[in-house]
């Protein structure tokens, strides 16, 4: 029959079924793709990722920094205490765990675990920051001229931690000596000084010994920190490719567990590596420069160690302690809670440096960040 007799033709019906499946699978389509306004809503995916501005790092590596030098801090003066502790038989402290509770038990925490908080912080915060944003830049401009990545890695750890030895070198003075003190006129340790707060050590070690003394063991410093930084960096920078290879997450991120576990080995290892060197900047920047009068000495808020070795350089010093007190009682000393501090440490740096990345990061995706538009 034909179509005017009321009944469609087959090739009449395939067409109208034709336009209404393509129209119901352009509307289909056209609810599984985002408008511009919810695109904005969204954080960015993987594809989209790319290396944060040089504010971010900044911003995120001196709050990380900061944080966990402060939460670590009573672990770090145990690990003073136990390498700058006078040569005797047998020690006041046995290991990490008798240190700490008779520090606490003893001294308290304000004036004995956490002594030496002040120039700490005073020189954590500019320190890191710089130290941060110095190995991003020099990573990224390596990494862009052809560098491997890892020795892009192991040079902006060491550059970074160069540059920021010149702000966190006096701090570190400072904070070792307090740490070794404790509090004022204090009964329970002999530690060589005794200075009544902070800025009276500073005065005291300007006054007599001039500025120089505030970097006094800044080569040893150097020779800790600087391959200490290298080799935390470049571990950590492979713990977290390896870790996101094998994660796999949509977003390109790790876990919280497994960035902690990638920056406290990390930490761990680097800090295990380089524990003699850490001995020797502890012992050269602590020591007690022989006095030239009993009157000097005490005005100079110092006194006299008796029977204590006076190291003249840093090779001096490893010879001494491994000749004398072996590789473990010399140049291993204190390293229970060297590894602890730093595997620790490195893990809340790390952890918090990278959820202020991405906080900074949704900030500005959102349009809710301050300093500049997504």
Same mark, same amino acid.
């Given at each position: @029959?034909?179509?005017?007799? *009321?009944?469609?033709?087959?090739?009449?019906?395939?067409?109208?079924?034709?336009?209404?499946?393509?129209?119901? @699978?352009?509307?289909?389509?056209?609810?599984? !793709?985002?408008?511009?306004?919810?695109?904005?809503?969204?954080?960015?995916?993987?594809?989209?990722?790319?290396?944060?501005?040089?504010?971010?790092?900044?911003?995120?590596?001196?709050?990380? /920094?900061?944080?966990?030098?402060?939460?670590?801090?009573?672990?770090?003066?145990?690990? =003073?205490? &136990?390498?700058?502790?006078?040569?005797?038989?047998?020690?006041? %402290?046995?290991?990490?765990?008798?240190?700490?509770?008779?520090?606490?038990?003893?001294?308290?925490?304000?004036?004995?675990?956490?002594?030496?908080?002040?120039?700490? @912080?005073? +020189?954590?915060? $500019?320190?890191?920051?710089?130290?941060?944003?110095?190995?991003?830049?020099?990573?990224?401009?390596?990494?862009?001229? *052809?560098?491997?990545?890892? &020795?892009?890695?192991?040079?902006?750890?060491?550059?970074? #931690?160069?540059?920021?030895?010149?702000?966190?070198? $006096?701090?570190?003075?400072?904070? =070792?000596?307090?740490?070794?003190?404790?509090?004022?006129?204090?009964?329970?340790?002999?530690? +060589?000084? !005794?200075?009544?707060?902070?800025?009276?050590?500073?005065?005291?070690?300007?006054?007599? #010994?001039?500025?120089?003394?505030?970097?006094?063991?800044?080569?040893?410093?150097? @020779?800790?920190?600087?391959?200490?930084?290298? &080799?935390?960096?470049?571990?950590?920078?492979?713990?977290?490719?390896?870790?996101?290879?094998?994660?796999?997450?949509?977003? *390109?991120?790790?876990?919280?567990?497994?960035?902690?576990?990638?920056?406290?080995?990390?930490?761990?290892?680097?800090?295990?590596?380089?524990?003699?060197? #850490?001995?020797?900047?502890?012992?050269?920047?602590?020591?007690?420069?022989?006095?030239?009068?009993?009157? =000097?000495?005490?005005?100079?808020?110092?006194?006299?160690?008796?029977?204590?070795? %006076?190291?003249? /350089?840093?090779? #001096? +010093?490893?010879?001494?302690?491994?000749?004398?007190? /072996?590789?473990?009682?010399?140049?291993?000393?204190?390293?229970?809670?060297?590894?602890?501090?730093?595997?620790?440490?490195?893990?809340?740096?790390?952890?918090?440096?990278?959820?202020?990345?991405?906080?900074?990061? !949704?900030?500005?995706?959102?349009?809710?960040?301050?300093?500049?538009?997504?």
């Amino acid at each position: @029959m034909s179509s005017e007799g *009321g009944i469609s033709s087959p090739t009449a019906t395939t067409s109208s079924a034709t336009a209404a499946a393509a129209a119901s @699978m352009s509307q289909l389509q056209s609810s599984f !793709n985002p408008s511009p306004a919810l695109k904005r809503a969204l954080p960015p995916t993987v594809a989209e990722e790319h290396e944060p501005p040089y504010l971010d790092v900044l911003l995120a590596g001196g709050m990380g /920094g900061t944080i966990a030098d402060f939460i670590m801090h009573s672990v770090d003066t145990v690990k =003073t205490r &136990l390498q700058g502790q006078p040569t005797a038989n047998p020690p006041k %402290y046995n290991n990490m765990f008798h240190a700490y509770s008779t520090i606490l038990r003893e001294e308290g925490v304000s004036r004995g675990l956490y002594s030496g908080l002040a120039p700490a @912080m005073t +020189g954590s915060l $500019p320190g890191t920051t710089l130290y941060f944003g110095t190995y991003e830049y020099t990573k990224r401009t390596l990494t862009a001229a *052809g560098c491997p990545d890892t &020795l892009a890695h192991l040079a902006g750890g060491s550059i970074g #931690d160069f540059f920021a030895s010149f702000i966190y070198v $006096p701090s570190e003075v400072l904070k =070792t000596r307090m740490q070794l003190q404790g509090r004022y006129n204090n009964p329970s340790f002999i530690s +060589g000084y !005794n200075y009544k707060n902070t800025w009276h050590a500073l005065q005291m070690i300007v006054k007599y #010994d001039g500025v120089a003394a505030l970097y006094q063991g800044y080569r040893a410093t150097l @020779m800790r920190d600087v391959p200490f930084s290298a &080799l935390q960096f470049a571990f950590y920078e492979k713990f977290k490719a390896e870790a996101r290879k094998w994660e796999a997450r949509p977003d *390109g991120q790790m876990s919280l567990h497994i960035e902690t576990a990638c920056g406290g080995v990390a930490g761990g290892l680097a800090g295990f590596l380089t524990t003699p060197l #850490d001995v020797m900047k502890t012992l050269l920047q602590t020591q007690v420069k022989k006095p030239t009068s009993s009157s =000097t000495s005490i005005a100079a808020g110092t006194v006299a160690a008796s029977n204590q070795k %006076y190291y003249v /350089g840093i090779w #001096d +010093g490893l010879k001494w302690n491994l000749k004398h007190h /072996g590789v473990i009682g010399g140049l291993f000393r204190g390293v229970g809670p060297r590894v602890f501090w730093t595997s620790l440490q490195s893990a809340i740096m790390f952890v918090f440096y990278e959820q202020a990345i991405h906080l900074q990061e !949704n900030m500005r995706h959102f349009g809710h960040y301050p300093y500049a538009s997504s």
